[in-house]
């Protein structure tokens, strides 16, 4: 099971979509995994043949749990997904990146334990040859032991799933039925335990089999849960945010930032394109952060075992707002290496699918760093709360006329407020500030971005 | 294309873009990125998806005409 974010604590298999012996490859999407936040595609790490599907439909199960074995090219077996911890989920490259870090089948721990782990899972009376460990080379962490300490102390009266309160029906399911505006409750399913699969829902709606799935249709995330999912969302949102404050000393810093040069530049390119192909603000300020991540390393990363990891690539994570309520934040994967247009293109595809429900686990898991843009809702300036295990976030205003003072004389330009909530044990305001300035100077010279 | 032709134009990619939204509660003055929530990313697809459809080139400077279901159907109207 892996973390899809640091608020992930468990998830539960919504759907299989390979079986035994099916071949998969890295990438491939081969279970649908249910959050609090939203349905998530999970990925396959490793190209193989399909072992053994571990992990039931409908199961709910801690993160790092394993979930199915994937024979390799090379007999080796190894977990899918591999197991990723709460705490170091983004600490850890993505596993695409990373395709030889076979993580450790249970009982078989292949990373040295350390003392310190031995003497918690002894007082917490936990078997360490059960646990899969979830840090770098398949280590067991003190997280695994005190996830499965606490699984193993509510194993007697574990209280029935969200999941099985409601409806059960496949993501896919959910999807077609919203998309076909047929009511799951009036859907006789077939699936495991009555589950409604997308078969049932398109038998219940002959009249529109023949018509296409339209493409992304927002209110599916909605559709899938309403109320239940909302509230949920927000339990997560609570949890993680109630551990930002209390464990990270933040400090803020801002800047307002002249947005002249950049807009006058984004008109004129946007002027000759159609509008599909045209760029907003946003796209600029995204990259800017990115680029000044890349150039101020120190506000990129994670904050892990009590100390700054500095992370290797820039994974831009954008938080965005559900129409619904409640937010995800998804990463760009290597936001500064990507042209304008790329990264314009991803950000749209990322907005729509996150709003449709439709986002894949990789992308959910590695933020190094992330962007709150308020600027479209109207406010001047927002001071946000960090992710955690991430060490920084930035804020982008509204872009508003003012007037503002160049070489001696006032005049009316455009401005953006940025800000940067860093936390104070990975960096000093030193470093926020030249963050902050480095996204400045970059907007100053839009065309090299 | 008639006014009505327009506005249908209109309230089908605000279904599509803002589904949420309670196309019956849209006023003529009802300011279409404002007060139904539209972010720039939406508005973009908006403007993307009406293109399409009334087949008419909507410039950047030419955003300013879509404040509203009044201006925007006007101004697609007589384009």
């Given amino acids: 099971m892996p973390a899809l974010g640091a608020d992930m604590d468990e998830g539960t298999v919504l759907e299989w979509l390979v079986k035994p012996g099916d071949e998969v490859h890295k990438g491939d999407v081969i279970a649908v995994i249910d959050t609090a936040k939203a349905a998530i595609d999970a990925e396959s790490f490793h190209t193989g043949t399909v072992e053994q599907l571990i992990v039931g439909v409908g199961q709910t199960v801690p993160v790092g749990t394993v979930l199915a074995t994937i024979t390799e090219a090379a007999a080796q077996a190894a977990a899918a997904p591999p197991a990723m911890p709460t705490e170091v989920a983004a600490q850890a490259a993505p596993p695409e990146r990373e395709p030889e870090r076979a993580p450790a089948a249970p009982g078989r721990p292949a990373a040295p334990i350390s003392p310190l782990i031995r003497k918690v899972a002894h007082e917490l009376g936990v078997d360490l040859a059960e646990i899969c460990g979830s840090g770098r080379g398949g280590a067991i962490t003190r997280a695994d032991v005190e ?303 | 294309m008639t006014p009505d032709q327009v506005r249908h134009a209109i309230e089908e990619a605000l279904a599509q873009v803002a589904p949420d939204v309670d196309i019956g509660s849209i006023t003529p003055d009802t300011d279409l990125r404002d007060d139904l929530g539209l972010d720039s990313l939406d508005f973009l697809r908006f403007v993307e998806i009406l293109s399409q459809s009334t087949g008419t080139q909507i410039a950047e400077d030419d955003y300013s005409h879509l404040a509203t279901l009044a201006s925007a159907v006007k101004w697609l109207a007589d384009g």
């Avoid at chain 1, 239940?228 to 933040?250: D, G, V, Y």
């Fill in chain 1, 147 to 449: 996830r499965t300490a606490a699984r193993q102390q509510k194993a007697a009266g574990q209280p029935p799933s969200p999941a099985e309160a409601r409806i059960k029906a496949t993501p896919r399911a959910r999807r077609v039925a919203a998309e076909l505006g047929v009511a799951l409750a009036s859907v006789t399913g077939t699936g495991p335990g009555g589950s409604v699969r997308e078969a049932d829902v398109r038998r219940a709606a002959p009249a529109a089999e023949a018509a296409p799935a339209p493409e992304a249709a927002p209110a599916a995330l909605a559709a899938r849960s309403g109320a239940e999912r909302t509230q949920l969302m927000r339990q997560a949102i609570a949890r993680l945010m109630a551990r930002s404050k209390r464990e990270i000393p933040h400090y803020y810093v801002s800047n307002t930032v002249d947005m002249t040069s950049a807009l006058d530049w984004l008109h004129e390119r946007n002027r000759e394109r159609e509008v599909s192909e045209r760029l907003v603000p946003a796209a600029l300020l995204l990259k800017a952060a990115a680029l000044a991540a890349r150039k101020v390393p120190g506000v990129n990363g994670y904050w892990v075992d009590d100390q700054f990891r500095p992370a290797d690539a820039v994974h831009l994570g954008l938080a965005i707002s559900l129409r619904g309520g409640g937010l995800l934040t998804p990463a760009i994967h290597d936001a500064a290496d990507l042209r304008l247009a790329e990264l314009m293109g991803r950000t749209r595809d990322l907005v729509i699918r996150a709003r449709a429900g439709r986002l894949r686990a990789s992308e959910l898991a590695d933020a190094t760093i992330t962007v709150t843009n308020l600027g479209d809702q109207g406010v001047e300036s927002v001071f946000g709360v960090i992710y955690p295990p991430q060490v920084a976030l930035i804020g982008f205003g509204k872009i508003t006329e003012r007037p503002v003072a160049v070489r001696g004389l006032i005049g009316v330009r455009p401005v953006v407020v940025t800000t940067l909530a860093a936390d104070h044990r990975a960096s000093d305001g030193y470093t926020g500030a030249r963050y902050l300035t480095a996204i400045s100077d970059l907007l100053q010279r839009p065309e090299e971005l």
